[in-house]
């Protein structure tokens, strides 16, 4: 592929919707979207310079029209690269909607793969991410269904539990045993190493788990997703069938989630105690349920892989981002769930095409329901030692307590060698991000 000389442009919609004639307006910048009012004609240099593309930097690009189609020339083709408009020509013979990667060789692109819009694997996550969106169930809401089935049914006067088979039981416990409680994080905090517990917890999630059985398919590590795969393999395991069974359930879903499935974090409310005729769940009411949950780590491994590809206009590189559920008991063993969003903005890597190093800032929310304390919610960004805080706070008697609480958190960051540049309370919940599925592409809007 080429950059067309200066001077040629994209042709321009009327409103009809033909398009114009090439060659008759002044180039174009990467970014200016169609029928927009061109800018100077600029070099190719320029142009891929803009798009921040190194020497030899391969990057995925959209054709987004065919701009200029004869037998005997190349094709004119307007790509998406980044979020911005390009217009290249090319000797290979493309449909709008086609996938390619590219790079860049000297001031030229070099085209590397051409692939459909079918099988890109940015539209296969998003397939598969609608696909998992209507059947989310609330983790808290089933951990604490799955609790009550760990307590033993023999000499108790409650018959929660009866008749699921050992195996199952033993599964179940073994979940229970991996979530930890309020008391043990509360302890580490305070401790020589904080982080520890904090990493451990994250890397149990259930979003990493495939990379881990991945690195360690020998021994299995302790991971929420494997955890309850375990019990579905257990269950369907007493009625003969092999684990592709559990395709036949239905997932069991969750009204809040059903109704934003894809906004991250969301306040929730405390789970509430399961009336007393879901005290006995029989076999396929539990599969239903663990389907439910299952899906529910799996949209947000998804979520965060298509938030990580993604880029726009307005961020043109794209930004990795981390969406979890971290789940806790709290003083009463009640299953609870933290929500994390975890993004790294900027780029760590020295390269020899950049003038200066840019330095990575990470920005983390995390969102948990705290009983008398309501919602809360802290929002920090960290670059170098440096980080910020700001901590919301749904009712007044906590935005009061945590105001009070400021110098102590400060000294503790200090502690960790943090410098604390800024920090602040406020009363309410943060506008969070919100995700829109259109059709089988995922827009992020702020």
């Known amino acids: ?18 398009s114009q004639p090439a060659g008759q307006t002044t180039g174009t910048t990467p970014g200016a979207s169609t029928g927009a009012t061109p800018n100077p004609a600029q070099s190719a240099r320029q142009l891929l310079d803009q798009l921040e593309l190194r020497q030899h930097q391969q990057v995925m690009a959209r054709v987004s029209r065919v701009l200029e189609k004869t037998a005997t ?16 020509n090319s000797d290979t013979r493309m449909q709008p909607g086609d996938w390619v990667r590219i790079m860049r060789a000297g001031n030229e692109l070099r085209l590397m793969a051409q692939m459909s819009s079918e099988g ?7 397939q598969q991410l609608a696909q998992h969106l209507p059947w989310q169930h609330r983790l808290d809401q089933g951990l604490a269904q799955l609790a009550r089935l760990a307590q033993p049914a023999a000499g108790t006067p409650s018959t929660q539990g009866q008749g699921i088979p050992e195996p199952v039981r033993e599964a179940v416990r073994t979940l229970a045993a991996q979530i930890p409680q309020a008391g043990r994080l509360a302890g580490a905090a305070q401790g020589d190493n904080p982080g520890r517990a904090i990493q451990e917890w994250i890397s149990s999630s259930g979003l990493f788990a495939e990379r881990q059985l991945a690195q360690s398919p020998a ?20 009625q003969g069938d092999n684990p592709q069974a559990l395709n036949r359930y239905t997932p069991l879903t969750s009204p809040d989630l059903v109704q934003a499935p894809l906004q991250f974090p969301q306040a929730q409310q405390a789970p509430l105690t399961p009336p007393p005729a879901q005290d006995n769940l029989s076999t396929g009411q539990m599969l239903r349920l663990l389907a439910g949950m299952l899906n529910r780590i799996t949209v947000n491994q ?32 009640q ?21 200066r190093r840019r330095v990575a800032q990470w920005r983390l929310t995390l969102a948990m329901d705290l009983d008398e304390a309501g919602q809360v919610t802290f929002e920090l960004g960290l670059q170098n030692q440096q980080v910020s805080a700001l901590i919301w706070a749904e009712k007044a008697a906590t935005l009061k307590q945590a105001n009070e609480d400021l110098p102590w958190f400060r000294q503790r960051l200090g502690d960790l060698g943090l410098d604390v540049v800024e920090m602040e309370c406020r009363r309410g919940q943060p506008r969070g991000a919100r995700t829109q599925l259109d059709h089988r592409l995922v827009d992020v809007k702020a």
């Open 302 to 333: 998804l979520h965060s892989q298509t938030l990580t590809t993604r880029t726009t206009v307005d961020a043109p590189v794209a930004t990795p981002t981390w969406l979890l559920e971290l789940p806790w008991l709290d003083t009463n063993n």
């Open 219 to 238: 021994s299995v590590p302790a991971d929420l997703k494997l955890a309850l795969n375990r019990i579905v393999s257990a269950l369907l395991g007493q």
């Open 335 to 355: 299953p609870r769930t933290a929500q994390l969003r975890l993004e790294r903005h900027g780029d760590e890597e020295d390269g020899s095409d950049r003038p």
């Open 120 to 126: 890109t694997p940015q539209s296969r996550v998003a």
């Open 1 to 18: 592929m080429k950059i067309p000389v200066p001077g040629q442009t994209p042709p321009q919609a009327d409103n009809s919707g033909r």
């Open 73 to 88: 020339a190349p094709e004119q083709l307007l790509l998406d690269v980044r979020g911005k408009s390009l217009v290249v």
